[in-house]
């Protein structure tokens, strides 16, 4: 009977002081890793595909649903301790801001609730004035020809941000799609939104067709100087609906950038249109529209 006993004891032993204590380390060690050095991401759905689900060329700067980005973390740290900050045209890990339509997913099998996390490219930075007029970004007074986005491919002429004036005072911001808010209804997640606003100019166009109720005021596409630690972020995808990004939630804070995505690892094969197997792993760089001269 001793002999049992004393196996059950060294049997619970060698479970807490060897197998448990050799778990936590592991998991301290995962945590710490994923938390300072790198970590790595899933995309889900196309709002960073340009051809709307359709396969990538090789070589993209882009990317689709299922790819899996590797993402340093050690460059955030970075930033939030003011050494270094996001460029125009890296593709951005983000929280979206609490409110947002699709800021909480729902897990696939259990069911339960988690915060999501968007993948989105930066086209603005603190300090730029940002304006998209008939689908093509203007950034402080230059159009952007961004050669890796949907618009080369199917148009669309989307307007941003929308300023509607009411005896000479801003009274509606038109979010993207035609969605208007008035400045005493805006969300939570808006409220900074009229502060960016730059004001109108003779050379702000008018806002084609804007909803029915504003119809009485003088609507124009306006602009946005985007605040200090703010950043102005949309999906490659530019097609109606393809992409939830700032011209739905406005700019995002510095701190709710979560990383940068910087390569894509998986899957290490991918099919091409033709179905014709290739190399997938690559760097993901700065778009040529954003690269300084």
């Not at 970004?137 to 004036?165: M, R, W």
């Not at 801003?170 to 730059?198: N, R, V």
């Not at 804007?210 to 985007?226: S, Y």
Request: overall charge neutral.
């Amino acid at each position: 009977m001793l002999c049992i006993l004393k196996a059950v004891r060294n049997f619970w032993d060698y479970l807490f002081k060897e197998w448990l204590r050799q778990v936590g380390e592991a998991l301290l060690l995962a945590f710490l890793v994923t938390t300072f050095i790198f970590t790595t991401v899933g995309v889900v759905g196309n709002s960073m595909n340009p051809l709307n689900g359709g396969a990538l060329p090789a070589g993209s700067v882009s990317l689709q649903n299922g790819e899996r980005v590797f993402v340093p973390k050690y460059e955030t740290w970075l930033v939030r301790f003011g050494l270094t900050q996001w460029r125009r045209g890296e593709i951005a890990i983000i929280k979206p801001p609490e409110g947002t339509p699709n800021a909480v997913a729902q897990f696939p099998i259990l069911g339960f609730q988690f915060k999501a996390f968007f993948i989105k490219r930066i086209v603005g930075v603190p300090g730029d004035e940002v304006s998209i007029r008939e689908g093509q970004l203007v950034l402080n007074g230059q159009p952007i020809k961004e050669t890796h986005i949907t618009s080369l491919i199917t148009p669309y002429p989307d307007n941003f941000p929308g300023a509607c004036y009411r005896d000479g005072r801003l009274s509606h911001i038109i979010m993207q799609q035609g969605t208007p808010f008035a400045l005493d209804e805006l969300p939570d997640y808006l409220k900074d939104l009229p502060g960016m606003m730059m004001p109108p100019s003779s050379n702000d166009p008018a806002y084609p067709s804007p909803p029915l109720e504003l119809q009485g005021e003088r609507c124009v596409v306006g602009t946005l100087k985007i605040a200090p630690d703010h950043y102005f972020v949309m999906g490659d995808n530019r097609t109606i609906g393809g992409s939830e990004d700032s011209r739905t939630f406005g700019p995002i804070a510095k701190d709710r950038i979560a990383g940068r995505a910087n390569a894509v690892w998986w899957p290490p094969i991918s099919r091409d249109e033709a179905g014709n197997t290739r190399l997938n792993i690559r760097s993901l760089p700065i778009p040529p529209a954003f690269r300084q001269p």
